[in-house]
């Protein structure tokens, strides 16, 4: 389960987040592309962007369902 303490600093406030656990593996970002996107320096994947609609939610789901490691959280603020 992603922890909400250990948030990538980037992710934009709101209820889905990254968390530090994230590997890259980079899988999730196929799933939703408006939503995450890769850090500048290439170490993470973060919220770029909140689910604004059902089907981004439905994308933003996806992704956490695939994280291999967990590091995706919906407990967010
Ligand atoms: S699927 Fe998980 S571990 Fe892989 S890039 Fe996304 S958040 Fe990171």
Same mark, same amino acid.
């Given at each position: 389960? %992603?922890?909400?303490?250990?948030?990538?600093?980037?992710?934009?406030?709101?209820? $889905? $987040?990254?968390?530090? @656990?994230?590997?890259?593996? =980079?899988?999730c970002?196929?799933? %939703?592309?408006? *939503? *995450?996107?890769?850090? %500048?320096?290439? @170490?993470?994947?973060?919220?770029?962007? !909140?689910?604004? =609609? !059902?089907?981004?939610?439905? !994308?933003?789901? %996806?992704a956490?369902?695939?994280?291999?490691?967990?590091?995706?959280?919906?407990?967010?603020?």
């Open positions: 389960m %992603a922890d909400k303490s250990i948030k990538q600093p980037e992710n934009v406030p709101g209820k $889905y $987040y990254v968390d530090q @656990t994230c590997v890259p593996c =980079n899988d970002v196929k799933e %939703a592309p408006n *939503l *995450l996107e890769y850090s %500048a320096d290439e @170490t993470h994947i973060f919220f770029k962007n !909140q689910p604004k =609609n !059902q089907a981004e939610e439905k !994308q933003a789901k %996806a956490m369902a695939m994280c291999p490691v967990d590091a995706i959280g919906d407990d967010g603020e």
